[in-house]
């Protein structure tokens, strides 16, 4: 168990419609990251954020937006889903800006 | 140049042999490379990280070595266990910019009793 907490564990939605996932970081970790892992795209970084702020973006697509609050939690919301946003979504943490990432249990979305 | 090549795609090993991975970057900024271990239906899990001024790290069971000039690394895992049976992904990342891994595509090891 890394302690990072991610909810909900699976997540299953239709086309057009929009999703928050949520994200705990381990006690003490100011930085979240957003990962997307699809079958055909493997694993890819969508953005961090470091004690609320945004600190680095990838290629995250304009419909997904993500926010770290005050108590340091993110959600990834996700909007006008389509088939090909079916996948594992990862966050991770690590204590500073950069260093060790801990990943979480990952939520699973299908949009049908 | 922000692409981790990793192969093999999977590997087949005998309970008590070594398991090797192997992977090549291409940009030199990288600065930490990390091996992460997947179980499925789980998160990927940090197994062992080594930075460019060491050419090899070691923990337990697990080695990294690294090789800078040609920019490849590796993961050996000695004595494998059934219980190694899992998806490992190398990474890279640069740790005074843009701290964002980026994963190699992979590797499926099945470790045979």
């Known amino acids: 168990d890394s302690g990072v907490t991610q909810t909900p564990k699976h997540l299953i939605t239709a086309t057009g419609q929009r999703v928050t996932l949520r994200c705990s970081p381990r006690s003490g970790d100011l930085s979240v990251y957003w990962y997307q892992q699809s079958l055909d795209q493997g694993l890819q970084f969508l953005i961090q954020?470091?004690?609320?702020?945004?600190?680095a973006k990838g290629n995250i697509l304009e419909r997904f937006s993500a926010q770290q609050f005050p108590d340091l939690h993110s959600e990834l919301n996700l909007s006008s889903l389509e088939l090909g946003d079916s996948a594992l979504y990862f966050c991770?943490?690590?204590?500073?800006?950069?260093?060790?990432?801990?990943f979480g249990p990952g939520t699973r979305l299908t949009v049908t | 140049q922000q692409q981790v090549k990793q192969s093999p795609q999977s590997l087949i090993v005998q309970k008590g042999g070594i398991s090797i991975i192997n992977c090549a970057y291409e940009?030199?900024?990288?600065?930490?490379f990390p091996w992460y271990q997947q179980f499925p239906g789980k998160g990927p899990a940090l197994l062992i990280a080594?930075?460019?001024?060491?050419s090899e790290k070691k923990e337990g069971r697990f080695t990294i070595s690294f090789n800078k000039s040609a920019k490849q690394f590796s993961l050996h895992i000695m004595d494998s266990q059934p219980g190694d049976s899992a998806t490992y992904f190398c990474a890279a990342s640069q740790m005074d910019s843009s701290y964002k891994l980026i994963f190699g595509s992979g590797t499926r090891l099945l470790v045979r009793p």
């Open positions: 080594i930075r460019p001024d060491v």
């Open positions: 991770a943490s690590s204590v500073d800006v950069g260093g060790e990432q801990y």
């Open positions: 954020y470091y004690n609320g702020e945004e600190r």
């Open positions: 940009n030199t900024a990288f600065d930490y």
